[in-house]
């Protein structure tokens, strides 16, 4: 789920660090992880990017357990296990993951040199980046309360960045699955009071978390609305009150300091299309021989990009990575000469796999 990790990731130092990388991938779907291998197999490094606080896009967020049954010698596997038997695959190349960040800025900055930021803070600076965005970004779903975006990251929050920022407070948690459940069972220890609002006495979460939010209700160390938040209350973007409406048709008035809704997540371009990239119908057209986009050093691989005769589907973004890491190479090691092998039969690249 989404509003899950908090942004900290091994071997940052400060936010205001710049992390220096051979190639920076903004996605972490079937397509950016299977990247990861094929810039790994000609020595060059990745750190990704990812909104969602899991990998596999949306193989991993929209469809875990279905099966898929056309992946290239691969009979059936459900979208988890294509996710799982990637991160397998491209283990020996250890790439950096940034999850539940998503990238709000990219500019040219050398030639090619690129600095990509998100919105936890960080900035990167890539040789080459690889967009992999599908899509586009995972993100949450705005609840149906009249008025609630004046209220937005002031009062009201779709995601956890920092719990910290939660402590002492009134809590208004509403939804019925598990980001809802987790984060109830997540601040309830910290925060001064809190309340769950969800419009049935039933939850889409996980059993066991059901089972504790239940028993602490019972202890009385949260509240426990059953009804719908009809009305918010509040001055220049702090909420101070809402009014929930109970099945019933009574209304009760709570008093809070912050109201976290998890009501699901949405797909939406998000701010790709505002990288000077040019665009064709909220896709990224590319150079079908490199899958470069129209700034040099800059890729498009997966569903994010078009060309005459594209196909969405996961067999394409893996062989766009493949023909996209040979031109990446040429910016990563000018001065190499790229000599193309087998992994049957290179000991070379056996070596990199651990294999040899
Ligand atoms: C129900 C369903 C069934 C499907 N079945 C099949 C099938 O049987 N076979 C098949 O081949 N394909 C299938 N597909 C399509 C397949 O899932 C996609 O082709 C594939 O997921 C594309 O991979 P991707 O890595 O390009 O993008 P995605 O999987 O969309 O991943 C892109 C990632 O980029 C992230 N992102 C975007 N913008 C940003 C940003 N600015 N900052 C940070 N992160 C960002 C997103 O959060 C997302 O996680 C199916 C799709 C659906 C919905």
Redesign the pocket.
Known sequence: MLQRQEPTPAGIKSMSETIKTDVLI????????FAVFELGLLDIRAHL????DKV????A???PE?P????PGIPIIT?QGITDSLMHQIKPFHPTFHLG????TLEKVGDPLFRVR?DAGKTFEAKCVVV???????QPKRPPIKGVEAYEEKSVFYAVRKMEQFRDKRLLVVGGGDSALDWTLNLQPIAKRLTLVHRRDEFRGAPDSVNKMRSLVASGGMDLKIGQVSTLEGAEGTLSAVTVKGNDGKESRIELDAMLPFFGLT?KL???ADWGLKMEEDLIPVDTGTFETSIPGIFA????NTYPGKL??????FHEAALMSQKAFHYVFPEKRLVFQYTTSSTSLQKKLGVA
């Not at 596999?56 to 193989?59: F, I, L, S």
């Not at 960040?101 to 709000?104: I, Q, S």
């Open positions: 903004i996605g972490a779907g079937p397509v950016g992880l990017v990812d909104i969602l596999g896009g949306q193989c967020e929209l469809y279905k898929i049954y056309d992946i979208g960040e998503m990238v709000t998100t992999a965005a599908g899509g586009g970004s995972f797909m998000g701010p790709v691989i997966g569903d994010i969405k589907l996961i067999l394409s973004g």
